[in-house]
């Protein structure tokens, strides 16, 4: 599907079939993240997969994932990630995010639905999954086959307008 057609396409979904996703699948949403582009390409990313019932069951404590039969916990190195030197500001959730979002349009592109989790308790998440403490746990990616309608149209509904977010040549 052509870029404008996913991007129109794609929206969070919040309810899933318990049909596993096919594992030629699972290896083209991990490389969607591979592929994804990182400040000066450190490629601090990290890509936690949960497929399994107990693994499920815990990520479940931490968050809502909505009863999705695979997830994904994105990390990022916070050692690794380019840090800007005139402001000190590490690149490392910007890295994560952009992770994160090519997955999510790769799952679109894959039939599969997905929504972005940053409603997390990160001690919890941490603990439940040995996370080293390096690493910054930026998004959960709920990923599976859709129960639910899609709301073709909500974003007509729900983005605002253009004229409220772009600026030309000065504000
Ligand atoms: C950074 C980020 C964090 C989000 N966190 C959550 C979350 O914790 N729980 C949830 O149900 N949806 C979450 N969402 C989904 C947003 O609510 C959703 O993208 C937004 O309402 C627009 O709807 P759409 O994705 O269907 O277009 C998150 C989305 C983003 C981009």
Redesign the pocket.
């Known amino acids: 599907m052509d870029f404008s057609n996913l991007a129109k396409q ?5 309810g899933y079939e318990q049909k596993k996703v096919e594992e030629s699948k699972i290896e083209d949403l991990l490389n969607a993240g591979r592929l994804a582009p990182t400040a000066a390409n450190k490629q601090p990313q990290k890509i936690l997969v949960l497929d399994k019932c107990e693994s499920l069951a815990k990520v479940n404590k931490s ?2 994932c ?1 009863g999705a039969p695979l997830v994904m916990i994105v990390l990022a190195d916070k050692e690794t990630a380019w840090v800007r030197p005139f402001d000190k500001k590490s690149m490392v959730d910007i890295d994560g ?1 952009i992770v ?2 090519h997955i999510v349009m790769q799952a679109e592109d894959l039939g599969l639905s997905s ?6 308790d990160p001690c919890i998440l941490k603990e439940a999954f040995a996370i080293p403490d390096n690493l910054e746990p930026v ?2 990616i709920t990923l599976g086959y859709s129960s639910v309608m899609k ?1 073709a149209e ?2 007509i509904r ?2 605002n307008p253009l004229e409220s977010m772009v600026f030309y040549n000065q504000f």
């Open positions: 794609r929206c969070s979904v919040r968050a809502n909505h995010s994160a979002d929504c972005w989790i940053t409603f997390f998004a959960i709301d909500r974003h729900t983005r």
